[in-house]
Protein backbone atom coordinates (compact mmCIF):
# COMPACT_ATOMS: atom_id res chain seq x y z
CA UNK A 1 0.00 0.00 0.00
CA UNK A 2 0.97 3.63 -1.10
CA UNK A 3 1.73 5.34 1.64
CA UNK A 4 0.09 9.03 2.22
CA UNK A 5 2.13 12.02 2.85
CA UNK A 6 1.50 13.89 6.17
CA UNK A 7 0.56 16.98 4.65
CA UNK A 8 -2.36 15.24 2.83
CA UNK A 9 -4.36 15.15 6.12
CA UNK A 10 -3.15 18.42 7.01
CA UNK A 11 -4.79 19.93 3.94
CA UNK A 12 -7.53 18.03 3.97
CA UNK A 13 -8.40 19.69 7.92
CA UNK A 14 -7.62 23.09 6.51
CA UNK A 15 -9.92 22.79 3.75
CA UNK A 16 -12.75 21.30 5.86
CA UNK A 17 -12.25 23.92 8.42
CA UNK A 18 -12.87 26.62 6.10
CA UNK A 19 -15.82 24.97 4.86
CA UNK A 20 -17.48 24.47 8.35
CA UNK A 21 -17.91 28.01 9.36
CA UNK A 22 -20.31 28.11 5.97
CA UNK A 23 -21.74 25.20 6.79
CA UNK A 24 -22.53 26.14 10.52
CA UNK A 25 -23.72 29.36 8.75
CA UNK A 26 -26.35 27.94 6.04
CA UNK A 27 -27.56 25.59 8.82
CA UNK A 28 -28.61 28.69 11.49
CA UNK A 29 -30.97 30.29 7.92
CA UNK A 30 -34.46 30.06 9.14
CA UNK A 31 -36.69 28.03 7.86
CA UNK A 32 -39.96 29.63 6.85
CA UNK A 33 -41.85 27.02 5.99
CA UNK A 34 -43.81 26.56 9.24
CA UNK A 35 -44.10 29.94 10.22
CA UNK A 36 -46.16 30.60 6.49
CA UNK A 37 -48.02 27.16 7.18
CA UNK A 38 -49.38 28.26 10.69
CA UNK A 39 -49.58 31.67 9.99
CA UNK A 40 -50.86 32.43 6.32
CA UNK A 41 -54.40 32.19 7.20
CA UNK A 42 -54.54 34.51 9.40
CA UNK A 43 -53.47 37.09 6.41
CA UNK A 44 -56.69 38.15 4.23
CA UNK A 45 -56.98 40.01 0.90
CA UNK A 46 -59.05 43.01 0.87
CA UNK A 47 -60.42 44.93 -2.00
CA UNK A 48 -62.83 48.11 -1.93
CA UNK A 49 -65.03 49.43 -4.23
CA UNK A 50 -65.30 53.34 -4.59
CA UNK A 51 -68.77 55.18 -4.81
CA UNK A 52 -69.84 56.48 -8.54
CA UNK A 53 -68.35 59.05 -10.25
CA UNK A 54 -70.70 61.47 -11.16
CA UNK A 55 -71.38 62.28 -14.53
CA UNK A 56 -70.28 66.14 -13.87
CA UNK A 57 -66.91 64.92 -13.09
CA UNK A 58 -66.30 63.29 -16.66
CA UNK A 59 -64.92 65.13 -19.82
CA UNK A 60 -67.48 65.89 -22.06
CA UNK A 61 -67.37 63.30 -25.58
CA UNK A 62 -69.58 62.34 -28.70
CA UNK A 63 -68.61 59.72 -30.73
CA UNK A 64 -67.40 61.54 -33.88
CA UNK A 65 -69.52 60.98 -36.78
CA UNK A 66 -67.44 58.19 -38.84
CA UNK A 67 -69.19 56.15 -41.89
CA UNK A 68 -71.09 53.32 -41.58
CA UNK A 69 -68.50 50.45 -42.82
CA UNK A 70 -65.99 52.42 -40.99
CA UNK A 71 -63.65 49.91 -38.89
CA UNK A 72 -63.97 52.36 -35.87
CA UNK A 73 -67.82 51.81 -35.59
CA UNK A 74 -67.24 48.48 -33.67
CA UNK A 75 -64.79 50.22 -31.26
CA UNK A 76 -66.89 53.26 -30.11
CA UNK A 77 -69.89 51.42 -30.00
CA UNK A 78 -68.49 49.05 -27.79
CA UNK A 79 -66.91 51.05 -25.06
CA UNK A 80 -68.85 54.61 -25.11
CA UNK A 81 -72.26 52.86 -26.59
CA UNK A 82 -74.45 53.95 -29.24
CA UNK A 83 -74.78 57.92 -27.33
CA UNK A 84 -71.33 57.82 -26.81
CA UNK A 85 -71.81 57.30 -21.98
CA UNK A 86 -69.39 54.70 -20.39
CA UNK A 87 -70.68 51.78 -19.11
CA UNK A 88 -72.17 52.05 -15.91
CA UNK A 89 -68.97 49.17 -14.23
CA UNK A 90 -66.50 51.29 -15.24
CA UNK A 91 -67.66 53.96 -12.88
CA UNK A 92 -66.49 52.15 -10.20
CA UNK A 93 -62.84 51.91 -8.87
CA UNK A 94 -61.34 49.69 -6.76
CA UNK A 95 -57.85 49.32 -4.59
CA UNK A 96 -56.18 46.49 -3.68
CA UNK A 97 -54.57 45.70 -0.22
CA UNK A 98 -53.72 43.39 2.60
CA UNK A 99 -54.75 42.71 6.06
CA UNK A 100 -55.21 40.46 9.11
CA UNK A 101 -57.59 38.62 11.48
CA UNK A 102 -56.89 39.79 15.50
CA UNK A 103 -59.95 38.37 16.82
CA UNK A 104 -61.60 34.70 16.00
CA UNK A 105 -64.86 36.72 16.12
CA UNK A 106 -63.92 38.70 13.11
CA UNK A 107 -61.77 42.01 14.09
CA UNK A 108 -59.32 42.63 11.03
CA UNK A 109 -56.70 45.21 10.86
CA UNK A 110 -55.57 46.96 7.52
CA UNK A 111 -53.98 50.27 6.31
CA UNK A 112 -56.06 53.57 6.58
CA UNK A 113 -55.05 54.81 3.21
CA UNK A 114 -56.63 51.20 1.62
CA UNK A 115 -59.91 51.33 2.76
CA UNK A 116 -59.86 55.44 2.44
CA UNK A 117 -63.33 56.88 0.72
CA UNK A 118 -64.32 52.98 -0.07
CA UNK A 119 -68.19 52.31 -0.33
CA UNK A 120 -68.18 49.21 0.06
CA UNK A 121 -65.05 46.40 1.43
CA UNK A 122 -64.53 42.62 0.56
CA UNK A 123 -62.20 40.55 2.75
CA UNK A 124 -61.17 37.80 1.22
CA UNK A 125 -60.04 34.77 3.61
CA UNK A 126 -56.78 32.10 2.31
CA UNK A 127 -59.84 30.05 1.67
CA UNK A 128 -61.75 31.70 -0.77
CA UNK A 129 -64.32 32.78 1.61
CA UNK A 130 -65.56 36.36 1.20
CA UNK A 131 -67.07 38.76 3.63
CA UNK A 132 -68.54 42.33 3.33
CA UNK A 133 -66.77 44.29 6.05
CA UNK A 134 -67.90 46.96 8.50
CA UNK A 135 -65.29 49.88 9.35
CA UNK A 136 -65.25 50.16 13.01
CA UNK A 137 -63.02 53.46 12.60
CA UNK A 138 -59.92 54.83 11.24
CA UNK A 139 -56.56 56.87 12.03
CA UNK A 140 -55.15 58.67 9.16
CA UNK A 141 -51.88 59.58 11.47
CA UNK A 142 -51.07 56.43 12.01
CA UNK A 143 -52.83 54.61 8.55
CA UNK A 144 -54.33 52.33 10.89
CA UNK A 145 -58.43 51.11 9.94
CA UNK A 146 -60.41 48.86 11.96
CA UNK A 147 -62.86 46.52 10.21
CA UNK A 148 -65.54 43.71 11.56
CA UNK A 149 -66.85 40.89 9.64
CA UNK A 150 -69.00 38.17 10.82
CA UNK A 151 -67.62 35.30 11.46
CA UNK A 152 -67.16 32.52 14.14
CA UNK A 153 -63.54 30.26 14.89
CA UNK A 154 -61.55 32.65 12.53
CA UNK A 155 -58.26 32.17 12.36
CA UNK A 156 -56.41 35.04 13.95
CA UNK A 157 -52.65 35.97 14.28
CA UNK A 158 -50.71 36.26 17.31
CA UNK A 159 -49.87 39.68 18.82
CA UNK A 160 -45.95 40.35 19.86
CA UNK A 161 -44.11 43.30 21.22
CA UNK A 162 -42.22 45.15 19.02
CA UNK A 163 -40.15 46.80 21.28
CA UNK A 164 -38.34 43.54 22.08
CA UNK A 165 -36.99 43.51 18.22
CA UNK A 166 -33.96 43.56 17.31
CA UNK A 167 -31.85 45.33 14.52
CA UNK A 168 -30.60 42.52 12.54
CA UNK A 169 -33.44 39.93 13.25
CA UNK A 170 -35.46 38.06 10.83
CA UNK A 171 -39.10 39.08 10.20
CA UNK A 172 -41.41 37.76 7.64
CA UNK A 173 -44.49 39.54 5.70
CA UNK A 174 -47.15 38.04 3.90
CA UNK A 175 -49.88 39.53 1.41
CA UNK A 176 -50.96 40.84 -1.81
CA UNK A 177 -48.44 42.49 -3.99
CA UNK A 178 -49.83 43.38 -7.14
CA UNK A 179 -52.59 41.33 -6.17
CA UNK A 180 -51.06 38.21 -6.16
CA UNK A 181 -52.43 36.33 -2.93
CA UNK A 182 -50.27 34.68 0.07
CA UNK A 183 -47.35 36.01 -1.10
CA UNK A 184 -44.65 35.59 1.64
CA UNK A 185 -41.31 37.40 1.44
CA UNK A 186 -38.59 37.72 4.05
CA UNK A 187 -35.69 39.68 5.43
CA UNK A 188 -34.09 41.45 8.57
CA UNK A 189 -34.89 44.67 11.02
CA UNK A 190 -32.82 47.17 9.56
CA UNK A 191 -33.99 49.33 12.05
CA UNK A 192 -35.99 50.77 14.63
CA UNK A 193 -37.75 53.77 15.33
CA UNK A 194 -37.47 55.14 11.80
CA UNK A 195 -39.67 59.24 11.77
CA UNK A 196 -40.24 59.49 8.39
CA UNK A 197 -41.33 63.46 7.02
CA UNK A 198 -44.99 62.07 6.54
CA UNK A 199 -45.36 61.39 10.21
CA UNK A 200 -43.01 62.07 13.10
CA UNK A 201 -45.44 60.84 15.86
CA UNK A 202 -44.99 56.99 14.95
CA UNK A 203 -41.58 55.14 15.25
CA UNK A 204 -41.54 52.92 12.36
CA UNK A 205 -39.90 49.76 12.10
CA UNK A 206 -37.77 49.98 8.72
CA UNK A 207 -36.87 46.56 7.02
CA UNK A 208 -35.08 44.99 3.96
CA UNK A 209 -38.39 43.12 3.37
CA UNK A 210 -39.56 42.79 -0.25
CA UNK A 211 -43.16 45.06 -0.34
CA UNK A 212 -44.95 46.57 -2.84
CA UNK A 213 -48.39 48.01 -3.74
CA UNK A 214 -50.79 45.28 -2.37
CA UNK A 215 -48.59 44.37 0.78
CA UNK A 216 -50.47 47.40 2.54
CA UNK A 217 -51.91 46.58 5.66
CA UNK A 218 -50.31 43.28 5.86
CA UNK A 219 -48.63 41.73 9.11
CA UNK A 220 -44.87 41.70 9.32
CA UNK A 221 -44.02 38.50 11.50
CA UNK A 222 -41.04 37.35 13.61
CA UNK A 223 -39.56 33.96 13.64
CA UNK A 224 -42.31 32.82 16.93
CA UNK A 225 -44.83 34.04 14.30
CA UNK A 226 -45.96 36.86 16.33
CA UNK A 227 -47.60 40.13 14.21
CA UNK A 228 -44.65 42.92 15.35
CA UNK A 229 -45.81 45.30 12.78
CA UNK A 230 -48.36 46.43 9.86
CA UNK A 231 -46.91 47.24 6.49
CA UNK A 232 -47.57 50.90 5.73
CA UNK A 233 -44.97 52.34 3.36
CA UNK A 234 -41.74 51.48 1.10
CA UNK A 235 -39.32 54.31 -0.26
CA UNK A 236 -39.50 54.06 -3.72
CA UNK A 237 -38.28 55.98 -6.88
CA UNK A 238 -40.43 53.66 -9.24
CA UNK A 239 -43.05 52.64 -7.21
CA UNK A 240 -41.76 49.48 -6.94
CA UNK A 241 -39.61 48.08 -3.87
CA UNK A 242 -36.00 49.31 -3.27
CA UNK A 243 -34.81 48.35 -0.28
CA UNK A 244 -36.41 50.12 2.69
CA UNK A 245 -39.75 48.89 3.27
CA UNK A 246 -41.47 50.66 6.49
CA UNK A 247 -44.22 49.18 9.37
CA UNK A 248 -45.99 50.52 12.56
CA UNK A 249 -45.10 48.90 15.25
CA UNK A 250 -47.90 46.66 16.80
CA UNK A 251 -46.95 48.01 19.88
CA UNK A 252 -48.59 51.45 18.49
CA UNK A 253 -51.68 49.57 16.77
CA UNK A 254 -52.94 47.78 19.67
CA UNK A 255 -53.38 51.24 21.54
CA UNK A 256 -54.93 52.57 18.45
CA UNK A 257 -57.23 49.70 18.11
CA UNK A 258 -57.98 49.91 21.82
CA UNK A 259 -59.27 53.60 21.60
CA UNK A 260 -61.45 52.66 18.20
CA UNK A 261 -63.08 49.94 20.04
CA UNK A 262 -63.44 51.84 23.27
CA UNK A 263 -64.02 55.80 22.17
CA UNK A 264 -64.30 55.43 18.49
CA UNK A 265 -61.47 57.70 18.41
CA UNK A 266 -57.76 58.20 18.65
CA UNK A 267 -56.06 60.61 20.75
CA UNK A 268 -52.44 61.51 21.02
CA UNK A 269 -50.28 63.73 23.45
CA UNK A 270 -49.03 67.20 22.53
CA UNK A 271 -46.16 69.31 23.71
CA UNK A 272 -46.72 72.06 21.30
CA UNK A 273 -42.67 72.74 20.25
CA UNK A 274 -41.32 72.15 16.65
CA UNK A 275 -37.71 70.40 17.43
CA UNK A 276 -34.43 69.62 15.31
CA UNK A 277 -31.57 67.85 15.66
CA UNK A 278 -28.71 69.33 17.83
CA UNK A 279 -25.74 68.71 15.38
CA UNK A 280 -21.97 68.44 16.62
CA UNK A 281 -22.05 72.76 15.57
CA UNK A 282 -24.73 73.20 17.71
CA UNK A 283 -23.55 71.23 20.34
CA UNK A 284 -20.46 73.24 19.88
CA UNK A 285 -22.04 76.31 20.25
CA UNK A 286 -24.00 75.56 23.51
CA UNK A 287 -21.54 74.32 25.08
CA UNK A 288 -22.29 70.67 25.25
CA UNK A 289 -19.85 67.63 25.18
CA UNK A 290 -21.80 65.67 22.62
CA UNK A 291 -24.90 65.84 20.53
CA UNK A 292 -28.37 64.70 22.31
CA UNK A 293 -31.99 66.13 22.90
CA UNK A 294 -34.01 67.93 20.65
CA UNK A 295 -33.66 71.59 20.32
CA UNK A 296 -36.63 73.61 20.46
CA UNK A 297 -36.52 75.94 17.73
CA UNK A 298 -40.35 77.27 18.56
CA UNK A 299 -42.99 77.15 21.23
CA UNK A 300 -46.33 77.77 19.94
CA UNK A 301 -48.70 79.66 21.50
CA UNK A 302 -51.72 78.29 23.68
CA UNK A 303 -49.44 74.93 24.30
CA UNK A 304 -49.02 73.26 27.09
CA UNK A 305 -45.13 73.59 26.16
CA UNK A 306 -46.01 77.64 26.54
CA UNK A 307 -47.61 77.10 29.92
CA UNK A 308 -44.57 75.12 31.52
CA UNK A 309 -42.20 77.97 30.40
CA UNK A 310 -40.34 76.10 27.78
CA UNK A 311 -38.40 78.53 25.19
CA UNK A 312 -36.63 78.42 22.24
CA UNK A 313 -33.19 77.45 22.30
CA UNK A 314 -34.14 74.74 25.12
CA UNK A 315 -32.47 71.67 24.71
CA UNK A 316 -35.09 68.32 25.91
CA UNK A 317 -32.61 65.88 27.09
CA UNK A 318 -34.58 63.59 28.98
CA UNK A 319 -38.78 62.99 28.79
CA UNK A 320 -40.70 62.01 32.04
CA UNK A 321 -37.29 60.31 33.21
CA UNK A 322 -36.76 58.98 29.60
CA UNK A 323 -33.13 60.05 27.63
CA UNK A 324 -33.61 61.81 24.60
CA UNK A 325 -30.78 60.48 21.97
CA UNK A 326 -32.06 62.33 19.25
CA UNK A 327 -35.37 64.86 18.44
CA UNK A 328 -37.01 62.12 16.47
CA UNK A 329 -37.39 60.10 19.89
CA UNK A 330 -38.93 62.97 21.53
CA UNK A 331 -42.46 62.84 19.53
CA UNK A 332 -43.10 59.23 19.87
CA UNK A 333 -42.73 59.76 23.70
CA UNK A 334 -45.08 63.03 23.70
CA UNK A 335 -47.73 60.79 21.37
CA UNK A 336 -48.06 57.55 23.55
CA UNK A 337 -48.98 60.05 26.58
CA UNK A 338 -52.05 60.60 28.36
CA UNK A 339 -54.10 63.46 27.91
CA UNK A 340 -53.87 65.24 30.73
CA UNK A 341 -50.90 63.46 32.14
CA UNK A 342 -48.11 65.64 33.98
CA UNK A 343 -44.70 64.56 33.04
CA UNK A 344 -40.97 66.14 34.03
CA UNK A 345 -38.85 67.88 31.20
CA UNK A 346 -35.27 68.44 31.86
CA UNK A 347 -33.81 70.78 29.27
CA UNK A 348 -30.09 72.15 29.06
CA UNK A 349 -30.76 76.15 29.24
CA UNK A 350 -27.90 78.47 28.57
CA UNK A 351 -25.42 76.01 30.09
CA UNK A 352 -27.68 74.96 32.60
CA UNK A 353 -29.87 72.43 33.64
CA UNK A 354 -33.71 73.13 34.41
CA UNK A 355 -36.35 71.23 35.31
CA UNK A 356 -40.03 71.92 34.00
CA UNK A 357 -43.71 70.07 34.53
CA UNK A 358 -45.53 69.91 32.01
CA UNK A 359 -49.23 68.75 31.49
CA UNK A 360 -49.45 66.85 28.55
CA UNK A 361 -52.46 68.34 25.96
CA UNK A 362 -53.68 66.69 23.22
CA UNK A 363 -52.43 66.76 19.55
CA UNK A 364 -54.58 68.83 17.11
CA UNK A 365 -56.10 67.48 14.35
CA UNK A 366 -52.82 69.81 11.78
CA UNK A 367 -50.73 72.59 12.89
CA UNK A 368 -49.11 74.72 10.24
CA UNK A 369 -46.80 77.69 10.50
CA UNK A 370 -46.48 79.27 6.87
CA UNK A 371 -45.52 82.83 5.74
CA UNK A 372 -44.88 85.08 2.76
CA UNK A 373 -42.07 85.92 2.05
CA UNK A 374 -40.86 89.48 -0.08
CA UNK A 375 -37.20 90.35 -0.39
CA UNK A 376 -36.33 94.24 0.03
CA UNK A 377 -33.09 95.66 -1.43
CA UNK A 378 -29.75 95.02 0.54
CA UNK A 379 -29.08 97.07 3.13
CA UNK A 380 -25.69 96.34 4.95
CA UNK A 381 -23.47 93.31 5.06
CA UNK A 382 -22.05 92.08 7.97
CA UNK A 383 -18.96 90.10 9.14
CA UNK A 384 -21.05 86.90 8.63
CA UNK A 385 -21.66 87.81 4.91
CA UNK A 386 -25.32 88.44 5.84
CA UNK A 387 -27.60 91.56 4.52
CA UNK A 388 -30.37 91.97 7.36
CA UNK A 389 -32.59 95.02 8.13
CA UNK A 390 -35.40 96.07 9.84
CA UNK A 391 -39.01 94.16 9.73
CA UNK A 392 -41.53 96.34 8.86
CA UNK A 393 -45.23 96.06 10.04
CA UNK A 394 -46.22 94.63 6.96
CA UNK A 395 -43.75 92.41 6.95
CA UNK A 396 -43.91 91.06 10.88
CA UNK A 397 -47.84 90.87 9.92
CA UNK A 398 -46.92 88.78 7.14
CA UNK A 399 -44.12 86.80 8.53
CA UNK A 400 -46.37 86.09 11.74
CA UNK A 401 -43.15 87.73 13.76
CA UNK A 402 -45.02 88.93 16.99
CA UNK A 403 -42.29 90.94 18.20
CA UNK A 404 -38.42 91.44 17.61
CA UNK A 405 -36.30 89.96 15.04
CA UNK A 406 -34.32 91.11 11.97
CA UNK A 407 -35.24 90.34 8.13
CA UNK A 408 -32.31 88.39 6.42
CA UNK A 409 -32.27 90.66 2.84
CA UNK A 410 -29.34 89.02 0.75
CA UNK A 411 -26.88 86.33 1.60
CA UNK A 412 -23.23 86.68 0.15
CA UNK A 413 -20.80 83.70 0.36
CA UNK A 414 -19.25 83.53 3.59
CA UNK A 415 -20.22 80.89 7.25
CA UNK A 416 -23.69 82.31 6.83
CA UNK A 417 -24.89 80.81 3.74
CA UNK A 418 -22.26 77.82 4.40
CA UNK A 419 -24.80 77.20 7.34
CA UNK A 420 -27.87 77.31 4.96
CA UNK A 421 -29.70 80.99 5.74
CA UNK A 422 -31.38 82.35 2.70
CA UNK A 423 -33.01 86.06 2.20
CA UNK A 424 -36.40 85.75 3.53
CA UNK A 425 -35.11 84.67 6.87
CA UNK A 426 -36.23 86.13 10.43
CA UNK A 427 -33.32 85.97 13.00
CA UNK A 428 -34.55 85.48 16.24
CA UNK A 429 -31.43 84.62 18.33
CA UNK A 430 -28.06 84.83 18.04
CA UNK A 431 -25.96 83.46 20.44
CA UNK A 432 -28.68 82.40 22.77
CA UNK A 433 -29.70 85.88 23.08
CA UNK A 434 -33.23 87.42 21.31
CA UNK A 435 -33.20 89.72 18.93
CA UNK A 436 -35.19 92.83 19.37
CA UNK A 437 -33.64 94.78 16.45
CA UNK A 438 -31.06 95.40 14.04
CA UNK A 439 -28.84 97.55 16.70
CA UNK A 440 -29.50 94.56 18.92
CA UNK A 441 -28.30 92.09 16.50
CA UNK A 442 -25.28 93.94 15.17
CA UNK A 443 -24.30 94.87 19.05
CA UNK A 444 -24.70 90.89 19.73
CA UNK A 445 -22.62 90.12 16.73
CA UNK A 446 -20.06 92.03 17.38
CA UNK A 447 -19.32 90.64 20.74
CA UNK A 448 -18.88 87.21 19.36
CA UNK A 449 -15.74 86.62 19.59
CA UNK A 450 -13.86 85.11 16.32
CA UNK A 451 -13.50 81.49 16.06
CA UNK A 452 -16.57 80.90 17.75
CA UNK A 453 -19.39 78.80 16.20
CA UNK A 454 -22.66 80.31 17.47
CA UNK A 455 -26.50 79.09 17.44
CA UNK A 456 -28.68 81.45 15.32
CA UNK A 457 -32.48 80.88 15.55
CA UNK A 458 -34.41 81.47 12.14
CA UNK A 459 -37.78 81.82 11.32
CA UNK A 460 -39.53 80.60 7.69
CA UNK A 461 -42.25 79.15 6.16
CA UNK A 462 -41.80 75.70 7.29
CA UNK A 463 -41.33 76.82 10.92
CA UNK A 464 -38.24 77.95 13.04
CA UNK A 465 -34.58 76.13 13.10
CA UNK A 466 -31.44 76.86 14.77
CA UNK A 467 -27.93 76.96 12.51
CA UNK A 468 -24.66 76.78 13.60
CA UNK A 469 -22.71 79.32 12.16
CA UNK A 470 -19.16 79.99 12.62
CA UNK A 471 -17.51 83.48 13.03
CA UNK A 472 -14.35 84.29 11.37
Known sequence: MRPIPIFS?????????????????????????????????????????????????????????????????????????????????????????????????????????????????????????????????????????????????????????????KVGEWVLAIGSPFGFESSATAGIVSAKGRSLPSENYIPFIQTDVAINPGNSGGPLFNLEGEVVGVNSQIYSRTGGFMGLSFAIPIDVVMDVVDQLQTTGRVSRGWLGVLIQDVTRELAESFGMKQPRGALVAQVLPGSPAEAAKVRPGDIIVTFNGRDIPTSSALPPMVGISPVGERVKLQVLRIGEMVDLDVEIGELPEEDQIAANRSAPEKVSANRIGLFVGEITPEQREQLAVVAGGVLVEGVEPGPAEQAGLVAGDVILMLDNQSVQDLAGFNRILDAIQSGRSVAVLVQRVDGRMFHAIRVP
Open 9 to 165: FALAALVCGALMPGLAASRMLPDFVDLVAENGPSVVNISTKQAPIAATDLPEFSVPDLPEDSPLQDFFRHFFGEDGALPDDSLQSRSLGSGFIISADGSVLTNAHVVEGAEEIIVRTSDRREFVATLVGTDKRSDIALLKIDGEGLPAAKIGAAQDL
